[in-house]
């Protein structure tokens, strides 16, 4: 079945710091990811998609120049918080429309910033 | 009003007895509707989903769609300790979109 691979799974840093989360799809083409954030007890908010070889559209109210997404590939897109902060501290996860039934997600990515 | 809403929970059941969740959604025309299992910690796993009015049974779940009252469920029979965790409601609302409800935390005790 198709996988999404996305890494790190956890991840801490300094506030003021970049990081990176990517997300490769390892049996198929993604040509669309969905990039959603989980705040703790709350449920996934959906941040932006992107498709392959064009821009990123970003849900109202997220920053565009603050998560900056690249989906070069059609097996790889990347989430950048740039200059992250603790209001950013988060669980990450990318999903993708390929696979049998729909939707893949990603294992999650722990952002803690302190 | 929320595009998805779930009651949070927690739902409480004893190992054996049928757990029941409940999903509404805002928007009618919405096509698809998924119920995914989320553990602490872990990315969501999906259940099951359902397209069409009416019941879908797989093994030991159930999801039961009404469009008309924009309404989907999720049944669990024979609840067993292992399906402790949060179930979320996502429904597609067009352009490949998942909304996602706030879940419901079903608690399984032996």
């Known amino acids: 079945g198709a996988v999404v691979s996305q890494h790190p799974s956890w991840v801490i840093c300094k506030s003021g710091t970049s990081v990176k989360i990517e997300c490769r799809s390892l049996d198929f083409q993604a040509t669309t990811m969905f990039w959603y954030r989980q705040f703790p007890k709350q449920s996934l908010m959906l941040m932006a998609t992107?498709?392959?070889?064009?821009?990123?559209?970003?849900e109202q109210g997220v920053e565009k120049d603050k998560f900056l997404i690249n989906h070069a590939s059609l097996t790889l897109s990347t989430l950048t918080v740039t200059s992250a902060h603790p209001e950013d501290s988060s669980f990450y996860i990318c999903?993708?429309?390929?696979?049998?039934?729909?939707?893949?997600f990603g294992s999650g990515t722990r952002l803690t910033v302190v | 009003q929320k595009e998805v809403e779930q009651n949070s929970g927690p739902l409480s059941v004893p190992e054996g007895a049928i757990a029941s969740l409940n999903c509404t959604y805002s928007d009618r025309g919405s096509q698809s509707f998924f119920w995914y299992r989320q553990y602490s910690g872990k990315s969501p796993e999906l259940i099951m989903f359902i397209y069409s009015n009416g019941d879908k049974e797989d093994g030991r779940f159930t999801a039961q769609l009404n469009k008309a009252s924009q309404y989907v469920s999720l049944l669990i029979r024979d609840s067993q300790p292992s399906d402790s965790a949060t179930y979320l409601c996502?429904?597609?609302?067009?352009?490949?979109?998942?909304?996602f409800g706030t879940g419901t935390r079903l608690l399984v005790s032996p």
């Open positions: 999903s993708t429309t390929g696979g049998i039934y729909g939707y893949t």
């Open positions: 992107s498709n392959e070889g064009s821009k990123a559209t970003y």
């Open positions: 996502a429904v597609n609302t067009g352009f490949q979109k998942l909304v």
